[in-house]
């Protein structure tokens, strides 16, 4: 089945881009971003958190933004409009940004892959006449009722350190939506369940409604988010040899009152004039009949040797 792109015009995001390969659907902005506001099978349920960000007064989605050296803070917003532009299997959209660097920064959605459903390759091209150092960014917010998993480093080195944990302000070791285990993380909302005694039960708390959120250098290049017998996997590569920034941290689970999200970030990398630098997902669907817990590991293996 080919690709097919339109225009549309969404009551909710504005001008938009539809894509529709197989039986693969996924809504882009234009008039602001690019963020894919809307990613599901046809006829399915859109897994991505969209609703509009008060503070900016535009819609969320699946973002990329830009950290400068060893800065914490990005850069990028994703404010201006997007113009797009059609490959033989995907769709390029890009935004130029003209301060306080000058930066074109494109979001690529390619079909056909043997790797998962889509890939989306997130890059940053120098247009300046200066060195850059950046990290790329990107999140991926869902809706809250799932669950967020990180696996853990699967590096085993003797007598040393080989899996990190960065802890955001305010947050609590202590939180009750927070499961650390021998070889996932994860992160679920306030409705989450946890089976206890043969019954399920809700999970909630005096910190329930707190910003939690843990970065984890995850090795093993892929995370994802679980619901309801659907879930979303990306594939990345982490570079264990490389300089991240945020302690080293490759991948980070986040939930808050709204919805659950997983953020990305490449190395640092040094890209000269009329350079760029990449940063690479593949994301995959996936179903599955048993209900899997956040806090049960063995059911996370199952699930995990099937994709």
Known sequence: ??????????????HC?????????????LDYGPRIVSVKKCGGENL??????????????????????????????????VRYSPMSDGVS????????IQLELSMDIVFNTDIGDFMVVHCAYNKSREDVKLSI???TP?????????PQSNIREFDRPSRVFSLWENCRWDDKRLFIGDQYVTVH????????????????GDISHSRLKIGVNDTAGFCGYIKDGHSLIKRYVHNRNALYPFTGCSAFATANESYLSIQNTS????????????????WIFSEYKNHIRPDNEAEMDIFINTI
Do not use: W
């Open 189 to 204: 909302s306030d409705v989450s369940e946890i089976e206890e005694n043969g019954e399920f039960r809700l999970i909630g």
């Open 137 to 139: 960014y990107t999140e």
């Open 142 to 150: 869902f809706n809250n009722g799932g669950f967020v998993f990180i």
């Open 17 to 29: 881009a539809l894509l529709v390969y197989e039986n693969i659907e996924i809504i882009v902005t």
């Open 93 to 100: 959209f890009i935004q130029s940004l003209s301060s306080p």
């Open 267 to 282: 190395p640092f990398y040094m890209i000269g004039p009329g350079e760029s630098a990449r940063h690479i997902e593949s």
């Open 48 to 81: 991505i958190y969209n609703e509009k960000d008060i503070r900016l007064q535009r819609n969320r989605g699946h973002k990329m933004r830009i950290t400068i050296d060893k800065s914490t803070n990005s850069v990028y917003c994703d404010d201006l409009p």
């Open 1 to 14: 089945m080919p690709l097919s792109v339109k225009e549309i015009n969404s009551e909710n995001f504005g």
